[in-house]
Antibody
Framework: EVQLVESGGGLVKPGGSLRLSCAAS????????MNWVRQAPGKGLEWVSS????????HYAESVKGRFTISRDNAKNSLYLQMNSLRAEDTAMYYC???????????WGQGTLVTVSS | NFMLTQPHSVSESPGKTVTISCTRS????????VQWFQQRPGHSPTTVIY?????PSGVPDRFSGSFDSSSNSASLTISGLKTEDEADYYC?????????FGGGTKLTVL
């Protein structure tokens, strides 16, 4: 059974940093591109970042470019999102999602909540 | 970057059929597959349609997807509506370096 379990969310002050993790199981992690998608409270889904199977290729939404870094450790079956210079507008539930083909997500985790507030 | 526009909300009665549209702002709707996700309150999104019209295993055939090049739109159709179909629905597509979600449509089954 495919499982994606996010962790690392919490309350952080504006300008602070946080590192999210996504632990994958039930599939060959290194064979799939992966993504982070977020959802602000009461709002819609917003794509944040994607990484290729090896991690060699990464892409970011304009809203997070230069502040967030996506990475992965295929030996540990884990996906990460390093978030720096956090802003109030980054407050959201952050989901990791697996692509079964580039651009096409099939499985989602349960999410981890990030709150940026003083 | 392109945008995907969905109606904010739709409502229909149980047993009826509803269609949710997703219009691409620039570039051809046929240039990349469209996916549809269902999100019930308090839950993560789940895939109901991928690659324009494919259903994952476990999704009932009451759910179907299509696209129309003339209107540059994709559509999700749900027939035989059930109260359990009440949820938010999001379309999504992509290009070589971005992926885009529609704003979401709240489906009310009343």
């Amino acid at each position: 059974e495919v499982q994606l379990v996010e962790s690392g969310g919490g309350l952080v002050k504006p300008g602070g940093s946080l590192r999210l993790s996504c632990a994958a199981s039930g599939f060959t992690f290194g064979s799939y591109s992966m993504n982070w998608v977020r959802q602000a409270p009461g709002k819609g889904l917003e794509w944040v970042s994607s990484t290729s199977t090896s991690g060699a290729y990464t892409h970011y939404a304009e809203s997070v470019k230069g502040r967030f870094t996506i990475s992965r450790d295929n030996a540990k079956n884990s996906l990460y999102l390093q978030m720096n210079s956090l802003r109030a507008e980054d407050t959201a539930m952050y989901y990791c999602a697996r692509d079964f083909s580039w651009g096409i997500s099939d499985y989602w985790g349960q999410g981890t909540l990030v709150t940026v507030s003083s | 970057n392109f945008m995907l526009t969905q109606p904010h909300s739709v409502s229909e009665s149980p047993g009826k059929t509803v269609t949710i549209s997703c219009t691409r702002s620039s570039g051809s709707i046929a240039s990349a597959y469209v996916q549809w996700f269902q999100q019930r309150p308090g839950h993560s999104p789940t895939t109901v349609i991928y690659e324009d019209n494919q259903r994952p295993s476990g999704v009932p055939d009451r759910f179907s997807g299509s696209f129309d090049s003339s209107s540059n739109s994709a559509s999700l159709t749900i027939s035989g509506l059930k109260t359990e179909d009440e949820a938010d629905y999001y379309c999504q597509s992509y290009d070589s370096s971005n992926r885009v979600f529609g704003g979401g449509t709240k489906l009310t089954v009343l």
